[in-house]
């Protein structure tokens, strides 16, 4: 509907057709067009945020804690069936986001394939009713760590599986003779930017104690041995 105002402003401004009552006729279809298109506007982002609400409530009930995530630079190949072209491979950006046709803009990282398959067929459907999607992960590249400070090979690693903190500490060859082993920390940055540290005592954890500690990593983790 606002595609059509617009059409028909632009069609009595260009061909120079009257508008009722002058100039004032005139501002209050410029006043109509615009409620029109930010009402359109708003009903289409309520939906996204809707459709978002659903999908954060499905990512913390269904998603296993050793489930992979898509990261950044991951590759991924996404197809609708019966549709040759919207089949292609598509590269997650630094920012987390992927563009596909029908789709728009959505957020890929942090998501499992399964639930980005859901949101993808969402809007698809929106076009394609019988849409039926499917993603799979071509290249793995956004699962990485990174260990720093006083270990054999410190650095960032890219795996293709999620890891404990003691084999993290494994990937770099061990720790340094030096290193003060009950004071090493494990950083992570969440989504709106908090940093967390969590304690690791590898003296207490290499004799089968404080186990808790040997958590489960998450990308971009950091290992920090002092």
Known sequence: ?????????VAKVRYGLRFPLGSAGLNCYLLVCCVVVLFCLSFSMSAFAEEDTLLTELEMGQVEPREYRIGAEDVL???VWKEKELQREVIVRPDGGISFPFAGEIKAAGRTPALLELV???RIQKFIPD???TVSITKLAGLRIYVIGKVK????????????VLQALTLAGGLDPYAS?????I??????GREQA????YSKVKNGEKLTQNIQLQNNDVVVVP
């Open 1 to 9: 509907m606002s595609n059509l105002l617009i059409f028909d402003l």
């Open 77 to 79: 190949h996404i197809s």
């Open 120 to 122: 993808l067929t969402k």
């Open 131 to 133: 849409a039926l999607v």
């Open 153 to 164: 090979k410190s650095g960032q690693f890219v795996i293709g599986r999620y890891v404990d």
């Open 181 to 185: 082993e009950k004071n090493i920390k």
């Open 187 to 192: 950083l992570r940055r969440d989504d709106q």
């Open 198 to 201: 969590f304690p690791f005592n």
